[in-house]
């Protein structure tokens, strides 16, 4: 199974940027679908971004134009970038890898999906 470390969380100024990284140890995290979260103290977790593993990004309507999500393949890592930022984008942000996968013809579809354990994004005005 596949590990995810995040990293690159901070304190900035509204209209700064961040980049947050997101490693992976233990399987290529090419196969995955990647997914970012954020998360704010007393609400539900949000879908910030989605990089298929066919290399097809989406994103939510608050961050599009800000954000770009990215993959390196070489060095097993996902990047989420982050400009102009906000003070609403204050959460502390998660990277989460998923796939759907069969173990052998017949199996069952299996199903993987495993999160990192988050960074913390500040954004003050």
């Known amino acids: 199974q596949v590990q995810l470390v995040e990293s690159g969380g901070g304190t900035v100024q509204a209209g700064g940027s961040l980049r947050l990284s997101c490693v992976a140890s233990g399987r290529n995290l090419s196969i995955y679908d990647i997914y970012w979260y954020r998360e704010t103290p007393g609400e539900p977790r949000e879908w910030v971004a989605k990089?298929?593993?066919?290399?097809?990004?989406n994103y939510a309507d608050s961050v599009k134009g800000r954000f770009t999500v990215s993959r390196d393949n070489v060095r097993n890592t996902v990047s989420l970038q982050m400009n102009s930022l906000k003070p609403e984008d204050t959460a502390v942000y998660y990277c989460n890898a998923d796939r759907k996968f069969r173990r052998f013809v017949g199996d069952f579809v299996q199903k993987e999906d495993v999160w990192g354990q988050g960074t913390q994004v500040t954004v003050s005005s």
């Open positions: 990089l298929t593993s066919g290399g097809n990004t």
